[in-house]
């Protein structure tokens, strides 16, 4: 069947079968977005256990991220090729084993080992936006990809019932040798996964729809050499890179920083995680009416506010006088309120930016989904592998904590002078009459 037939408006019986597909597959990557995402939580009584220092914590969730990211771009072909659904179940089973297994680890070789083998969770997303834009027209694939992509919230989950499970059952030994505490956990997610897995099989259509089931792989693999293929990646980094590697930092930066406990910690970091998952349909609603790149700057413009306020580090100007006295001038102190509201609004902007970045994808390249936003779910996972550690580094090279907003500042101006500069020489080479044409024309041109 071809990607034209496919994006046909559907009848009522396929209408069904793309709603149960669209379910199926949020349930599901909302589970799995949990399970890659659970060492944000579990991160802070590991490091108690294990006495392990920021570094070594932090490449602990940074294994899981590179799992998570390095094969989305093959997962998104073979969807692609062979459907969603046998991609989705197979993931589900797999990353089910290490899961379990991380209740069990005595070691920090062993944590390392299994966090990388749970990161086989995050390479469903790639998987989904294939599946997703295999079921839904184009006038609706926005919607749909944002619906899909708000599974995003699964970051919250453990840090919500987390802390709480965690204090409730220390201490504690259940049925097969499984602890109480933070191994416990794991074990929860397991479970979960083979439910959701058989559930999966059950409800969504066993009839999928392949679009490049009959296309070469080194056909699907030639839009990749497009650098507008590679600046979307950049973007992706931006709001969803940062985005996963703030979801895992910022437990312990409040429990650092803001000596609140674990529980605390979860709660706020929430308000951070639900804006930058829910807001994702808000994003495709936007960007289906007003163009994605629209959308871009504006969230652009709203992360460089809000980082740039928060990478200031805390302290006065001291000036030194001829009689070798020093006085303080312009004290300045973020207060744990306004550290959660510019957090939040930069959760609203990476919700927003996460839906307008895969826009682009479906709308420029409708026969290749697969392997295009592979590759840009690679990259935004691989930025959420690097900052994490990179954030470490640089508070250890630095001496303040706020040097974790001034990477993420760095990242977006990157990330928006180059989209400026690109938008530019298109409008400057096109003719007045022509400057005002939709955005896919004008992209055309870059």
Not at 228 to 245: D, H, I, T
Not at 287 to 310: C, E, K, N, P
Not at 374 to 397: I, S
Request: proline letters at 5%; hydrophobic letters at 55%.
């Amino acid at each position: 069947m071809s990607t034209r037939l496919i994006e046909v408006a559907p009848d009522h019986e396929t209408a069904q079968g793309a709603g149960r597909v669209m379910v199926m597959s949020t349930v599901a990557f909302t589970l799995m977005f949990a399970v890659w995402l659970m060492f944000g939580i579990l991160g802070v009584p590991i490091q108690q256990e294990f006495g392990l220092t920021d570094v070594q914590l932090s490449w602990v969730s940074a294994m899981a991220v590179l799992n998570g990211s390095m094969w989305r771009l093959p997962a998104g072909i073979i969807a692609d090729r062979i459907g969603g659904r046998k991609v989705t179940l197979f993931l589900l089973f797999a990353t089910a084993i290490p899961a379990y297994l991380v209740s069990f680890a005595q070691s920090y070789a062993w944590l390392l080992v299994l966090a990388f083998g749970v990161g086989f969770a995050g390479n469903l997303f790639s998987v989904g936006v294939a599946w997703d834009s295999a079921w839904f027209g184009k006038d609706r694939k926005g919607l749909a990809l944002g619906v899909f992509g708000a599974g995003n919230v699964g970051a919250s989950v453990t840090k919500l019932i987390g802390p709480g499970i965690i204090a409730a059952t220390a201490g504690s030994t259940f049925a097969f040798g499984i602890q109480g505490g933070w191994r416990l956990i794991p074990v929860i997610y397991a479970v979960l996964l083979v439910i959701v897995g058989v559930l999966t099989w059950v409800i969504v259509p066993r009839v999928d729809r392949a679009p490049g089931a009959s296309r070469p792989v080194r056909e699907t693999l030639i839009p990749l050499k497009q650098l507008r293929v590679w600046r979307f990646s950049l973007y992706y980094v931006a709001v969803f890179g940062a985005y996963v590697a703030l979801s895992a930092w910022l437990p312990k930066y409040y429990v650092d920083n803001f000596q609140v406990d674990l529980a605390t910690a979860g709660l706020l970091t929430a308000t951070f995680i639900f804006p930058a998952s829910l807001l994702r349909p808000l994003g495709g609603w936007l960007s289906d009416r007003w163009g994605a790149r629209t959308v871009m700057y504006l969230t652009f413009g709203l992360m460089l506010a809000t980082s740039g306020l928060l990478m200031m580090p805390n302290g006065h100007l001291s000036i030194a006088h001829a009689d070798g006295t020093f006085t303080e001038h312009l004290p300045y102190h973020m207060q744990l309120p306004w550290f959660v509201v510019l957090v939040f609004l930069l959760g609203c902007a990476m919700g927003v930016g996460k839906a307008a970045v895969y826009k682009h994808i479906p709308e420029y390249f409708p026969d290749n989904v697969g392997s295009v936003g592979g590759l840009v779910g690679m990259f935004g996972g691989l930025g959420g592998f690097f900052l994490p550690p990179l954030f470490a580094y640089t508070k250890a090279a630095f001496g303040f904590p706020t040097s974790t907003f001034f990477v993420i500042f760095v990242l977006v101006a990157v990330c928006a002078t180059w989209m400026h500069v690109t938008i530019h020489r298109m409008m400057t080479q096109a003719t007045p009459a022509t400057a005002g044409l939709i955005e896919p024309e004008l992209e055309a041109a870059s």
